[in-house]
């Protein structure tokens, strides 16, 4: 994997961390060029909509408090989150963004020695994070359909294993893991070891089977819940994120948090939506009809894609990735790809995913091309 530092000079008088040699880029979504063609930034897996007026409102009305420090314990909206889910208040911890809950997770538990097992391909950050903190990542391939092979993962536990990251549904294949397969696995982690939940996608996943993770931090002493206002809430621009987990872990993030890390802003933006729950509700009714609309669509092309239970569809475009990332941004779909591996395309407005089914058409060709002309798939 490439590495976010250049390499080191003689002109560096003061030594870096080891760990930093080796850290992993965290590749954001790109933006759209300038230019003449309409762009639409389908790379982030963003919520296309813009903020809810009543949101609007509210962050306005403390944009006139930004010269005191926000709340460091995020009491109005801890209250609102654990009456939201009947947990404890000293269950829920936050974050700027879940990703730096995430961080605050395996600072907590990991260093150099431990193992953090996660699935690959998944969350970009989970790597990188976890080369941060010292400690070694493992990375458990991901079944030929696109899905956590969660036997594997419980396999890869040894007795350095601290951390298991379980993203469902996973970003950015789009798959998720039952409640059967969950409970099948989590009987087999010894209760020692962590297991995260990842849920940035879960108000997505209409999928009946599917695992929830609430339900299994009610079951198991060794489970973390993450949740998001970034996606299906609309705020990824206020960074706000959370976990819900046994009160003593709960106190371990807070305690490893950077200190005033939530802005008021990102409070109260995420307490009025909670507040406005049916009206984001619509809007998740109609990007998760957008993306089966869009999974039809490419399906009809031709495109072997597994359905997705997040805000995203996953091309598997291996070798071809980069040219065919090309058709898409020549087109003015801007999507996010992963050299060698795929191309993920977020669920956007209806006329961004029209262009993106039109993109993906000409991909397809090219595709189809290329794969018979080096007979790899
Ligand atoms: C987007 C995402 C997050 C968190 O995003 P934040 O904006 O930091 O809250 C966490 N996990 C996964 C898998 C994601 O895709």
Known sequence: MENVLPPSSTAERVQLRSALRVLPAYKPGRFPAVSDVVQYKLSSNENPYPPLPSVRETVEKSAAGINVYPDMACAAITEAVAKRWDVPAGSVSFGAGSVEVAS???????????????????FEAYPMLTALAGATAVHVPLTTDERHDLPAMSAAVTHRTRLIFVCTPNNPTGTSVTAGELHTFMESIPQDVLVVIDEAYVHFNVDPSAAHGIDFFRTYPNVVVLHTFSKAYGLAGLRIGYAIAPDYISAALRAVAIPFGVSALAQT?????????????????????????????????????????????????????????????????????????????????????????????????????????????
Not at 104 to 122: H, K, L, M, N, Y
Not at 299 to 320: C, H, K, M, Q, Y
């Open 104 to 122: 605050q997770i395996i600072r907590a538990v990991a260093g150099e020695g431990d193992e953090v097992i996660f699935a690959w391909r998944s």
């Open 269 to 377: 933006a995420a307490l009025a939506s909670l507040n406005a729950e049916d009206e984001i509700k619509a809007r998740i009714t109609t990007l998760v009809a957008e993306r089966e609309k869009l999974h039809s669509g490419l399906v009809r092309i031709g495109w072997d894609v597994v359905a997705s239970d997040g805000n995203f569809l996953w091309l598997r475009t291996g070798e071809a990735t980069h040219e065919l990332e090309e058709i898409f941004t020549n087109a003015g779909v801007i999507v996010r790809a992963y050299p060698g591996d795929g191309i993920r395309i977020s669920i956007g407005t209806v006329e961004a995913n029209a262009k993106a089914l039109e993109a993906a058409k000409n991909a397809f060709s090219r595709f189809t091309a290329t794969t018979q002309r080096t007979g790899e798939r």
